[in-house]
Nanobody
Framework: QVQLVESGGGLVQAGDSLRLSCAAS????????MGWFRQAPGKEREFVAS????????LYADSVKGRFTISRDNAKNTVYLQMNSLKPEDTAVYYC?????????????????WGQGTQVTVSS
Protein backbone atom coordinates (compact mmCIF):
# COMPACT_ATOMS: atom_id res chain seq x y z
CA GLN A 1 0.00 0.00 0.00
CA VAL A 2 1.16 3.51 -0.79
CA GLN A 3 0.21 6.70 1.01
CA LEU A 4 0.17 9.85 -1.12
CA VAL A 5 -0.08 13.48 -0.06
CA GLU A 6 -0.43 16.26 -2.62
CA SER A 7 0.46 19.91 -2.12
CA GLY A 8 0.96 23.07 -4.14
CA GLY A 9 -2.53 23.86 -5.36
CA GLY A 10 -4.02 27.31 -5.22
CA LEU A 11 -5.74 30.19 -6.99
CA VAL A 12 -3.89 31.73 -9.93
CA GLN A 13 -4.64 33.82 -12.99
CA ALA A 14 -4.69 32.58 -16.55
CA GLY A 15 -1.15 32.36 -17.91
CA ASP A 16 0.42 31.76 -14.50
CA SER A 17 2.33 28.69 -13.36
CA LEU A 18 2.01 26.27 -10.45
CA ARG A 19 3.98 23.27 -9.33
CA LEU A 20 2.20 20.41 -7.61
CA SER A 21 4.07 17.95 -5.42
CA CYS A 22 3.10 14.51 -4.23
CA ALA A 23 4.98 12.84 -1.39
CA ALA A 24 4.78 9.04 -1.24
CA SER A 25 5.37 6.59 1.57
CA UNK A 26 4.95 2.84 1.93
CA UNK A 27 5.76 0.55 -1.00
CA UNK A 28 9.18 1.15 -2.63
CA UNK A 29 8.67 4.38 -4.57
CA UNK A 30 11.11 3.63 -7.36
CA UNK A 31 9.33 0.40 -8.32
CA UNK A 32 6.17 1.87 -9.84
CA UNK A 33 4.97 4.49 -12.27
CA MET A 34 3.18 7.58 -11.00
CA GLY A 35 0.42 9.67 -12.47
CA TRP A 36 -1.63 12.82 -12.11
CA PHE A 37 -5.35 12.97 -12.75
CA ARG A 38 -7.87 15.79 -12.36
CA GLN A 39 -11.58 16.16 -11.82
CA ALA A 40 -13.55 19.31 -12.56
CA PRO A 41 -17.00 19.93 -11.03
CA GLY A 42 -19.64 17.85 -12.77
CA LYS A 43 -17.08 15.96 -14.83
CA GLU A 44 -15.41 12.57 -14.62
CA ARG A 45 -11.87 12.18 -13.41
CA GLU A 46 -9.47 12.42 -16.32
CA PHE A 47 -5.85 11.47 -16.96
CA VAL A 48 -3.31 14.29 -17.02
CA ALA A 49 0.17 12.76 -17.06
CA SER A 50 2.22 9.77 -15.99
CA UNK A 51 5.90 9.00 -15.52
CA UNK A 52 7.69 5.65 -15.51
CA UNK A 53 9.48 4.22 -12.47
CA UNK A 54 12.84 5.81 -13.33
CA UNK A 55 11.47 8.96 -14.94
CA UNK A 56 12.69 8.09 -18.40
CA UNK A 57 9.27 7.87 -20.03
CA UNK A 58 6.36 10.26 -19.76
CA LEU A 59 2.83 10.39 -21.15
CA TYR A 60 0.48 13.37 -21.36
CA ALA A 61 -3.11 14.14 -22.17
CA ASP A 62 -3.42 16.13 -25.38
CA SER A 63 -5.02 18.99 -23.45
CA VAL A 64 -1.88 19.62 -21.39
CA LYS A 65 0.89 18.54 -23.76
CA GLY A 66 3.50 21.29 -24.12
CA ARG A 67 2.27 23.12 -21.01
CA PHE A 68 2.61 20.57 -18.19
CA THR A 69 5.66 18.56 -17.20
CA ILE A 70 5.66 15.54 -14.91
CA SER A 71 8.85 14.51 -13.14
CA ARG A 72 9.95 12.50 -10.14
CA ASP A 73 12.74 12.45 -7.59
CA ASN A 74 13.13 8.90 -6.32
CA ALA A 75 15.59 10.01 -3.64
CA LYS A 76 12.83 12.19 -2.16
CA ASN A 77 9.91 9.83 -2.88
CA THR A 78 8.20 12.72 -4.64
CA VAL A 79 6.52 13.29 -7.98
CA TYR A 80 5.90 16.74 -9.42
CA LEU A 81 3.60 18.35 -11.94
CA GLN A 82 4.87 21.64 -13.32
CA MET A 83 1.95 23.51 -14.86
CA ASN A 84 2.66 26.47 -17.12
CA SER A 85 0.40 28.73 -19.19
CA LEU A 86 -2.56 27.75 -17.07
CA LYS A 87 -6.05 28.17 -18.50
CA PRO A 88 -9.44 28.47 -16.75
CA GLU A 89 -10.30 25.03 -18.13
CA ASP A 90 -7.45 23.59 -16.06
CA THR A 91 -9.49 24.33 -12.92
CA ALA A 92 -10.01 21.05 -11.07
CA VAL A 93 -9.03 18.96 -8.10
CA TYR A 94 -5.73 17.31 -8.99
CA TYR A 95 -4.97 13.81 -7.73
CA CYS A 96 -1.69 11.98 -7.49
CA UNK A 97 -1.79 8.22 -8.06
CA UNK A 98 0.55 5.25 -7.82
CA UNK A 99 0.43 2.61 -10.51
CA UNK A 100 0.62 -1.17 -10.22
CA UNK A 101 3.02 -1.19 -13.16
CA UNK A 102 6.45 0.33 -13.66
CA UNK A 103 5.63 1.69 -17.13
CA UNK A 104 3.67 4.77 -18.14
CA UNK A 105 -0.07 4.31 -18.48
CA UNK A 106 -3.17 6.49 -18.82
CA UNK A 107 -5.63 3.86 -17.60
CA UNK A 108 -7.32 4.68 -14.30
CA UNK A 109 -7.59 0.95 -13.58
CA UNK A 110 -3.77 0.70 -13.52
CA UNK A 111 -3.54 3.01 -10.49
CA UNK A 112 -4.16 1.41 -7.09
CA UNK A 113 -3.40 4.20 -4.62
CA TRP A 114 -4.68 7.78 -4.67
CA GLY A 115 -4.03 10.97 -2.75
CA GLN A 116 -6.71 13.19 -1.28
CA GLY A 117 -6.40 15.81 -4.01
CA THR A 118 -5.39 19.46 -4.19
CA GLN A 119 -7.53 22.24 -5.65
CA VAL A 120 -6.26 24.27 -8.59
CA THR A 121 -8.34 27.26 -9.62
CA VAL A 122 -7.44 29.39 -12.63
CA SER A 123 -9.26 32.69 -13.03
CA SER A 124 -9.68 34.42 -16.38
Amino acid sequence: QVQLVESGGGLVQAGDSLRLSCAASGRAFSSYAMGWFRQAPGKEREFVASVSWAGGSTLYADSVKGRFTISRDNAKNTVYLQMNSLKPEDTAVYYCAASVTSRVTRRTADFSSWGQGTQVTVSS
